[in-house]
């Protein structure tokens, strides 16, 4: 098994490519070791001294590290974690818990806005975060205010402010005239 590693914008996290599909659909974030109690892999990863989150996607794993360790110290120590969960068989999460959209539900007046909302953040902006590792999802929406949930290597990013503000924000104005500005939000 080759698992492949790249770099995202977030200096803490870096993403590992296993070649193999990590979760079949949605996303799963990991805080801490307690919560991962569901996921062998998560907590297989949290076994590593440093490691602070674990974050899941379709194809990869992005992992966040405590500022006071260097990967140099602990990326070999992941690798060999995820390499000895998928050697294993065991399957990534049990239990009922399975992973959703991530989008919080919401229903009220302004129901068909927020379904326009969700579509444009699944076709354009989930798959780019993706890329670098994370993931965005929809969490609330009141008197034209989009609050959005940051997660994997989006979370914490010195550039996601930027990818916020000046990227997502313009989109969905641009789009969706009911939409005034977007502010991230901690679940």
Not at 126 to 150: K, N, S
Request: aromatic share 8%; with cysteine.
């Amino acid at each position: 098994m080759f698992i492949q590693t790249e770099s995202t914008p977030n200096p803490a996290t870096l993403k590992f490519l296993p070649g193999q599909t990590v979760l079949e659909a949605g996303t799963a974030d990991f805080a801490s070791a307690e919560a991962a109690a569901n996921s062998p892999l998560a907590t297989r990863i949290f076994a590593v001294d440093g490691v602070t989150d674990v974050f899941f996607g379709n194809d990869f794993v992005t992992v966040t590290k405590a500022d006071s360790v260097e990967w140099d110290h602990i990326k070999p120590a992941i690798l060999g974690a995820v390499m000895e969960h998928y050697q294993s068989g065991a399957p990534v999460m049990e239990g009922a818990d399975d992973p959703a959209s991530g989008h919080a539900d919401f229903s009220g007046e302004d129901s068909e806005i927020v379904g326009q909302i969700k579509e444009l953040l699944d076709s354009r902006v989930r798959p780019a975060v993706a890329q670098d590792g994370g993931d965005i999802t929809f969490h609330g929406f009141e008197r034209g205010v989009v609050y959005l949930h940051m997660q994997g290597a989006c979370a914490g990013c010195p550039s996601s402010t930027l990818t916020l503000k000046m990227g997502i924000e313009n989109l969905l104005r641009h789009y969706i005239p009911e939409v005034i500005e977007v502010r991230p939000v901690s679940v």
